[in-house]
């Protein structure tokens, strides 16, 4: 019986982490009475107690099992929705995602985490209804149940269970005369909620003797809900005979945790098995932990109209190869015709080439998820932030549907969080503080995604007190990051914000001073090829604005010559390209040339110099400049020619080399040639990093 | 011939015993472990890295992959050589770090493949030149011929890699 459970396993903890995900949205969203997003909750909730009993995750399921209870109450409004209630659950979710990381990596979940919560929440079923004996904790609605049964009552507030508890033991040949257990648990699901435990020690120990049409199992079945005896009773109408029966109501059985091993604690959580969940867990859940993968999975669901989409282009690229294999064989049949099938031919690479380019892009497109998957930390985020800070926080959240590259997608979650936690930590003032300006007491934190271009751009937006440029200035002067003599534009004092060893927060809290800084995060961006920036407006608010390249392995390049070699410079960087003009070109310090662009002095670089590859030359009176920006700085290449675009598909020196400064990678071009491709910050970098070492 | 270290080519498994390509820099051999080998290419000319060492020639394109390719005469300090048809380039699997790179030497020619064993090898004197020698692995003598036997996880490691990467960062900090 060693069946391999893992990947059941494996695909019910990643269920479970999704059905969290969604309960921890839905309980953000939550507002009193709100009984459609309050079912969602209940039903995660008991899909992954379902899920986890069937594992053997027995402390999960009985940990979630308080949850349901409660929520449960919720929605039949006998629990009022308040923002403890939200907290706890709140709490019970981060437990429940410590005991399922528990038993996907191995390790201990906090048990005593896990008993205090549960306790809480024991607690609070117990508040609500406090006349209530443990039998009857949660009387349901209804009350049109047969009370005729001689166990059906004692001592429930109002006469009625909350749910049957069936003994449900078919005999052998119960399968022989065409009845299905399942079918008939199906049926009973249909009535109420329904958990099934199966009592397998009636099996044979050995496959000897075993026959395989009889029937050796028993079940014990738990029906929740306001579903009449009679109901259950017409569902085993048929089976009647052949089983043994036995129909009571819940909380009455005194035998229900010893006769019937794995069944579910009281909902009270008084029955004799409430034993610290963290016990439990290490006991039920070590041979699957064992089983699962320590690691977390790199699988990634794809929506499948993606797939379909490149079946569908595969099947197009077979056609227009059949085409072309077809074409040259008749080339070969009749010389004489050779003319039009050159027409043909040509019309058929065009095609092959169109079907490679959709190819690419929607193999590219599988890489690609919505940005929500990142965004969707944030709610909870903000909502425990804000009530740790005793701030006022109204979150918004726009463009999550946007698609950005997996891998890029991985490596954004830290730096988003860093961010949206220094907005709301530094950025958004006390409620008195704002009202004292003027301003609204619930301060907003604004997350927006869009495309712009090629790229992706994330921008998180405050509307708190923004930032103190003098007190960066004078933290940059101290950090040496600054000569007392420089007096950098308001704009560019900003940015040192980014520089190591800056923080300007007066007094140093617990949420963001971390050590992990501005620069950290801005060093994530750069290496995902991206940018970041920053806006601030004393009293007004900041806009950290990140730019992210589309998908980490193609962009659009333009080729460009420069002394005899190929480079790719990104089409996005490019601001324009164009000859010069004697009188525009000028000269500083005798060495150093400058380009006037309108009203812009743009310093002209000597590729081949400044990557050590020539003498430097004299700028001539007539060059091709490409003009391009990143990071806010200009620089103007002097190239000899510009070839064509294409799309490249980036590939990194540091596979078998190292980052080279001045490049973001190399491309194969289509002669099989390695072009560099040019990395325009870096340029800029290098361009006043090398005048200096120069002087 | 008491101490020659050529043994039954065919019989790689004899006991400490490893087996080494060798190749011909100005007239002098040397020999890095077979194993390591990935390929042996023609010469091509790379496309030329910018603010890189002499001896790094470039990079250029192995199926796909971007391969650095290092001129073992510039390495050394030796006179160059202009690279012509029996110019080869040796692919090898550089391992440092816990990290696999592929790396192309410039070298004059390919020349054996012989079996040393490690009782064969000498411990490299002391050169005496600015040249470290903590990349040669020993000295062996195969048919009265002198062979350097190279560690290339030193010789092409992170040293090699990582020269100006400092300066490098500093200036772009």
């Given at each position: 019986m060693?069946?391999?459970?893992?990947?059941?396993?494996?695909a019910?903890?990643e269920e479970?982490?999704?059905?969290?995900?969604?309960?921890?949205?839905?309980?953000?969203a939550l507002n009193?009475?709100?009984?459609e997003?309050?079912h969602?909750?209940?039903?995660?909730a008991?899909?992954?107690?379902?899920?986890?009993?069937?594992?053997?995750?027995?402390?999960?399921?009985?940990f979630?099992?308080?949850?349901e209870?409660?929520l449960?109450?919720m929605?039949?409004?006998?629990q009022?929705?308040?923002p403890?209630?939200?907290n706890?659950?709140?709490?019970?979710?981060?437990?429940?995602?410590?005991q399922?990381?528990?038993?996907r990596?191995?390790?201990?979940?906090?048990p005593?985490?896990?008993?205090?919560?549960r306790?809480?929440i024991?607690?609070?079923?117990?508040?609500a209804?406090?006349d209530?004996?443990?039998?009857?904790?949660?009387?349901t609605?209804?009350?049109n149940?047969?009370?005729s049964?001689p166990?059906?009552?004692p001592?429930?507030?109002?006469?009625?269970?909350?749910?049957?508890?069936?003994?449900?033991?078919p005999?052998?040949d119960?399968?022989?005369?065409?009845?299905?257990p399942?079918r008939?648990?199906?049926?009973?699901e249909e009535?109420?909620?329904?958990t099934?435990?199966?009592?397998?020690?009636?099996?044979p120990a050995t496959?000897?003797?075993?026959?395989?049409?009889a029937s050796y199992l028993?079940?014990?079945?738990?029906?929740?809900g306001d579903?009449?005896?009679?109901?259950?009773?017409?569902?085993f109408?048929?089976v009647e005979d052949e089983?043994d029966l036995?129909i009571e109501?819940?909380?009455?059985a005194?035998?229900?945790?010893?006769?019937?091993?794995?069944a579910d604690p009281?909902p009270?959580g008084?029955g004799p098995?409430?034993?610290?969940?963290?016990?439990?867990?290490?006991?039920?859940?070590?041979?699957?932990?064992?089983a699962?993968?320590?690691?977390?999975?790199s699988s990634m669901r794809?929506?499948?109209?993606k797939?379909?989409?490149l079946i569908?282009?595969v099947?197009?690229l077979v056609?227009t190869q059949?085409m072309?294999?077809?074409?040259?064989?008749?080339?070969?049949e009749d010389?004489?015709?050779?003319e039009?099938q050159i027409?043909?031919?040509r019309?058929?690479?065009a095609e092959?080439?169109?079907?490679t380019?959709?190819l690419?892009e929607?193999?590219?497109?599988?890489r690609m998820?919505?940005?929500?998957?990142?965004f969707n930390?944030?709610p909870?985020?903000?909502h425990?932030?804000?009530g740790?800070l005793g701030k006022q926080i109204?979150?918004?959240m726009?463009?999550?549907?946007?698609e950005i590259?997996?891998?890029v997608?991985?490596?954004l979650?830290?730096?988003?969080?860093?961010l949206?936690?220094?907005?709301?930590?530094?950025?958004?003032?006390?409620p008195?503080?704002r009202?004292a300006a003027g301003k609204?007491p619930?301060?907003?934190v604004?997350?927006?995604?869009y495309?712009?271009?090629?790229?992706?751009?994330?921008?998180?937006r405050?509307?708190?007190r923004?930032?103190?440029?003098?007190?960066?200035?004078?933290?940059?002067?101290a950090?040496?990051?600054?000569?007392p003599?420089?007096n950098?534009e308001p704009?560019e004092?900003?940015?040192?914000?980014f520089?190591?060893?800056l923080s300007t927060?007066d007094?140093v809290?617990?949420?963001s001073g971390?050590?992990?800084?501005?620069d950290?995060v801005?060093?994530?961006?750069?290496g995902?090829?991206?940018?970041?920036e920053l806006?601030?407006e004393?009293?007004r608010?900041?806009?950290?604005?990140?730019?992210?390249?589309?998908t980490l392995?193609?962009?659009?390049g333009?080729?460009l010559?420069?002394?005899?070699?190929?480079f790719?410079i990104?089409?996005i960087?490019i601001?324009e390209?164009l000859?010069?003009?004697?009188e525009n070109?000028k000269q500083?310090?005798?060495k150093?040339p400058?380009?006037?662009l309108?009203d812009?002095?743009i310093?002209?670089v000597d590729?081949?110099?400044l990557?050590?590859?020539?003498e430097?030359?004299?700028?001539p009176d007539?060059?091709?400049l490409?003009?391009?920006?990143a990071?806010?700085q200009?620089?103007?290449?002097?190239?000899?020619?510009?070839?064509?675009?294409?799309?490249v598909?980036?590939?990194?020196l540091?596979?078998n080399?190292r980052?080279?400064p001045?490049?973001?990678g190399?491309?194969?071009?289509g002669?099989?040639?390695?072009?560099?491709?040019?990395?325009?910050?870096?340029?800029?970098?290098?361009?006043s990093?090398?005048?200096?070492r120069?002087? | 011939?008491?101490?020659?270290a050529?043994?039954?080519?065919?019989?790689?498994?004899?006991a400490?015993?490893d087996?080494?390509?060798?190749?011909?820099?100005?007239?002098e051999?040397?020999?890095?472990?077979?194993?390591?080998?990935?390929e042996?290419?023609?010469?091509?000319?790379?496309t030329?890295l910018?603010?890189?060492p002499d001896?790094i020639r470039?990079?250029i394109?192995v199926r796909?992959?971007i391969?650095?390719?290092?001129?073992?005469?510039?390495?050394?300090?030796m006179?160059?050589?202009e690279?012509?048809?029996t110019?080869?380039?040796?692919?090898l699997?550089?391992?440092?770090?816990?990290?696999?790179?592929?790396?192309?030497?410039v070298v004059?020619?390919v020349?054996?493949?012989?079996s040393i064993g490690d009782?064969?090898?000498?411990?490299?004197?002391?050169?005496?030149?600015r040249?470290?020698i903590?990349?040669?692995r020993?000295l062996?003598?195969?048919e009265e011929?002198?062979?350097l036997?190279l560690?290339?996880?030193?010789l092409?490691g992170?040293?090699?890699i990582?020269?100006?990467d400092?300066?490098?960062?500093?200036?772009?900090?």
């Amino acid at each position: 019986m060693s069946m391999d459970m893992s990947q059941f396993t494996e695909a019910f903890l990643e269920e479970s982490f999704e059905g969290l995900e969604h309960m921890e949205t839905e309980l953000l969203a939550l507002n009193a009475g709100d009984e459609e997003t309050l079912h969602t909750i209940f039903r995660a909730a008991h899909s992954i107690k379902g899920g986890a009993g069937t594992f053997g995750f027995s402390a999960i399921s009985e940990f979630t099992h308080g949850m349901e209870t409660l929520l449960d109450r919720m929605r039949n409004g006998q629990q009022e929705t308040t923002p403890e209630i939200v907290n706890l659950l709140l709490r019970a979710v981060d437990v429940l995602r410590g005991q399922l990381q528990a038993a996907r990596d191995g390790g201990e979940a906090d048990p005593a985490e896990a008993a205090e919560v549960r306790a809480l929440i024991e607690a609070t079923l117990g508040d609500a209804a406090p006349d209530a004996t443990p039998d009857a904790l949660a009387p349901t609605v209804g009350g049109n149940v047969d009370g005729s049964g001689p166990e059906n009552g004692p001592g429930d507030s109002d006469g009625t269970p909350r749910g049957w508890r069936i003994h449900f033991r078919p005999h052998a040949d119960l399968l022989r005369t065409g009845n299905d257990p399942l079918r008939m648990f199906e049926v009973l699901e249909e009535l109420g909620e329904l958990t099934v435990h199966c009592d397998a020690e009636g099996l044979p120990a050995t496959l000897e003797g075993y026959d395989p049409e009889a029937s050796y199992l028993a079940w014990t079945l738990e029906l929740r809900g306001d579903a009449d005896r009679a109901d259950i009773e017409e569902v085993f109408e048929w089976v009647e005979d052949e089983c043994d029966l036995t129909i009571e109501p819940l909380e009455t059985a005194g035998d229900s945790t010893g006769a019937h091993p794995p069944a579910d604690p009281a909902p009270d959580g008084s029955g004799p098995e409430s034993t610290p969940p963290g016990g439990e867990d290490s006991a039920a859940g070590a041979p699957a932990r064992a089983a699962s993968k320590p690691t977390e999975s790199s699988s990634m669901r794809v929506n499948a109209a993606k797939i379909d989409a490149l079946i569908d282009m595969v099947g197009e690229l077979v056609i227009t190869q059949s085409m072309l294999t077809d074409i040259s064989e008749q080339m070969e049949e009749d010389p004489s015709r050779v003319e039009q099938q050159i027409e043909r031919l040509r019309s058929g690479l065009a095609e092959l080439e169109r079907n490679t380019r959709e190819l690419q892009e929607s193999v590219m497109g599988i890489r690609m998820v919505p940005i929500a998957q990142v965004f969707n930390r944030f709610p909870r985020l903000v909502h425990d932030l804000s009530g740790q800070l005793g701030k006022q926080i109204d979150l918004q959240m726009e463009g999550e549907l946007t698609e950005i590259d997996k891998t890029v997608l991985e490596h954004l979650g830290d730096p988003l969080v860093h961010l949206v936690r220094n907005a709301i930590d530094h950025g958004i003032e006390m409620p008195d503080e704002r009202s004292a300006a003027g301003k609204d007491p619930t301060g907003r934190v604004t997350l927006e995604a869009y495309h712009r271009g090629g790229n992706v751009v994330i921008e998180i937006r405050d509307d708190g007190r923004g930032m103190n440029s003098d007190r960066i200035l004078e933290k940059a002067r101290a950090a040496g990051l600054l000569r007392p003599d420089q007096n950098p534009e308001p704009h560019e004092i900003l940015q040192y914000i980014f520089e190591p060893g800056l923080s300007t927060a007066d007094q140093v809290s617990d949420l963001s001073g971390r050590g992990v800084g501005m620069d950290v995060v801005k060093k994530n961006i750069r290496g995902l090829g991206g940018n970041i920036e920053l806006h601030s407006e004393p009293g007004r608010g900041s806009r950290v604005t990140i730019r992210l390249p589309l998908t980490l392995s193609i962009m659009d390049g333009q080729l460009l010559k420069i002394h005899d070699e190929t480079f790719v410079i990104p089409l996005i960087a490019i601001v324009e390209s164009l000859q010069t003009e004697p009188e525009n070109v000028k000269q500083a310090f005798g060495k150093l040339p400058l380009y006037r662009l309108r009203d812009e002095y743009i310093p002209v670089v000597d590729l081949a110099a400044l990557f050590g590859q020539a003498e430097p030359s004299p700028m001539p009176d007539r060059a091709l400049l490409v003009v391009a920006e990143a990071d806010n700085q200009r620089v103007a290449l002097r190239v000899d020619d510009l070839l064509g675009q294409q799309q490249v598909v980036i590939k990194t020196l540091e596979t078998n080399f190292r980052r080279v400064p001045g490049t973001a990678g190399a491309t194969i071009l289509g002669d099989g040639q390695v072009a560099l491709i040019l990395d325009v910050a870096g340029i800029a970098r290098m361009t006043s990093g090398r005048d200096t070492r120069a002087a | 011939m008491a101490n020659d270290a050529t043994q039954s080519i065919q019989d790689p498994a004899t006991a400490g015993e490893d087996q080494y390509l060798t190749f011909i820099l100005a007239d002098e051999e040397y020999g890095v472990d077979i194993l390591r080998v990935q390929e042996i290419k023609g010469w091509e000319r790379p496309t030329p890295l910018p603010n890189t060492p002499d001896y790094i020639r470039g990079v250029i394109n192995v199926r796909g992959m971007i391969v650095p390719i290092i001129d073992m005469r510039l390495r050394f300090g030796m006179e160059p050589l202009e690279y012509g048809p029996t110019t080869v380039v040796i692919m090898l699997r550089v391992i440092s770090e816990d990290r696999e790179r592929v790396m192309g030497i410039v070298v004059d020619a390919v020349s054996e493949v012989y079996s040393i064993g490690d009782d064969n090898l000498q411990p490299a004197p002391d050169f005496g030149t600015r040249i470290g020698i903590d990349f040669v692995r020993g000295l062996a003598t195969v048919e009265e011929k002198m062979i350097l036997v190279l560690d290339i996880d030193t010789l092409l490691g992170p040293g090699l890699i990582a020269s100006e990467d400092a300066i490098q960062e500093g200036q772009s900090a």
